[in-house]
């Protein structure tokens, strides 16, 4: 991975030198993402993203923005699901996204098995598309 630079005003990490972003203080996994059955599903998904190579976690109170060159996915826990905001190459048609805003697609996800194929299938997809130039 290119080296990343630190905002000197709130200590996080991006893919390039003052990147434009809101200085929020970063915060424990462990409080981004308590509930334990959303800690299952996110090490699920970060398990299969490092089997595609390096991957920055930026952990915030809103949650994890898991990043290649560039966010791959936002996870985002919510009281009924954990929240995937994937950005993809192309617009995902499919029943399993609950919303969609151009290329980015959202998915939530209740169980540990909907951690599947397709869905590794997207990260994938969204690692590959985080990881080309701008």
């Known amino acids: 991975m290119a080296l990343r630079w630190t905002c000197p005003r709130c200590d996080r990490e991006f893919g390039?030198?003052?990147?434009?972003?809101?200085?929020?203080p970063g915060c424990t996994l462990d409080e981004a993402v308590a509930d334990p059955l959303h800690r299952r599903i996110y090490e699920e998904i970060l398990?299969?993203?490092r089997t595609m190579g390096p991957v920055h976690?930026?952990?915030v109170r809103v949650g994890v923005f898991l990043k290649h060159q560039?966010?791959?996915v936002e996870v985002r826990p919510k009281v009924r699901s954990l929240n995937l905001l994937l950005t993809?190459?192309?617009p995902l048609d499919d029943p399993r996204v609950s919303?969609?805003?151009?290329?980015v697609a959202q998915v939530k996800v209740t169980s540990i098995d909907e951690v599947d194929d397709q869905l590794r299938n997207w990260l994938s997809v969204a690692y590959?598309?985080?990881?080309q130039p701008l």
């Open 16 to 24: 390039r030198t003052n990147q434009a972003h809101v200085c929020v």
């Open 70 to 72: 560039r966010t791959v």
């Open 57 to 59: 976690a930026d952990v």
């Open 88 to 90: 993809m190459p192309y």
């Open 47 to 49: 398990a299969h993203l």
């Open 128 to 131: 590959d598309f985080a990881g």
């Open 99 to 103: 919303r969609r805003w151009g290329n």
